[in-house]
């Protein structure tokens, strides 16, 4: 199965997909972690797209598609959890035509939506574990001990685009450029939305009732 989680930044599809991932054995394909991970090892790639994140615009669409159709002709596993792409018209229409070529679609699309004061709040709270990706939050999941991720013993950083000025402008890219995604899905009878002011565990447990009579 393949599914896309949508949604402005910090409304939880880094959460939900980590979880979803690991009760599924699918694979998680975040288009914002392939990038963080080009820049940290310095390639051609995570440089140019760092021009773009660090002001909190999109990158490319022809870069996004090259990683993208890298990962899913490549993946082995059942299903792939797509976080974060696509955003972009063009990108959706890229996708599809990835998987038609590989004789395979899209089976569900979940907007996960969130206010902008709660979007703020919830990333300005957020650290990541630089060694294994676990997402906190100072609030609402904090780690036991200050900055170590209870998981591997990593230390738990701020990312670089969690400024509220840089959030701010992620915020519009994506009223201007993401949102219209949703009349590209609304026809296929695959989208669905969800409000994430609930917690984290009724969320998953939404996208869960959603996915499993597929
Ligand atoms: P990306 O890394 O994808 O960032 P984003 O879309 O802005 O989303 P975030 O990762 O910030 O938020 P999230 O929705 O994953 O929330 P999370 O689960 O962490 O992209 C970064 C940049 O890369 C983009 O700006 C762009 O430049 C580039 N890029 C990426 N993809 C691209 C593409 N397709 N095309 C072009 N450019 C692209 O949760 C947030 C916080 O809330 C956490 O602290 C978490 O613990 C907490 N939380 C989560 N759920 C709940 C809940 N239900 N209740 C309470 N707290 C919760
Ligand atoms: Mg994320």
Redesign the pocket.
Known sequence: MKIILA?P????????AEILSQKLDYAHF????V??DHLARKTSIGIK?ND??KE????PDDV?LQITKDFVTTNTRKGIIF??????IG?AQGLDKILTELNDKIDCVIF?ELSDDEIIR??T??RTCERCGT???LD??PPKQNNICDKCGGKLLQRA?DTEAVIRN?LV?YENQTKELKNYYKNSGKMHVID?I???DK?QAHILKIISPQ
């Open positions: 949604g930044p910090g409304s939880g599809k880094g959460t939900q975040s288009t914002g972690n990038f963080r797209a773009y994140m909190g615009k999109l990158v996004t976080d974060g792409f696509p955003r972009t990108q996960i919830r990333l709270a957020r997402i906190y939050n609402f999941n685009d992620r890219v994430a609930i917690g984290r969320v």
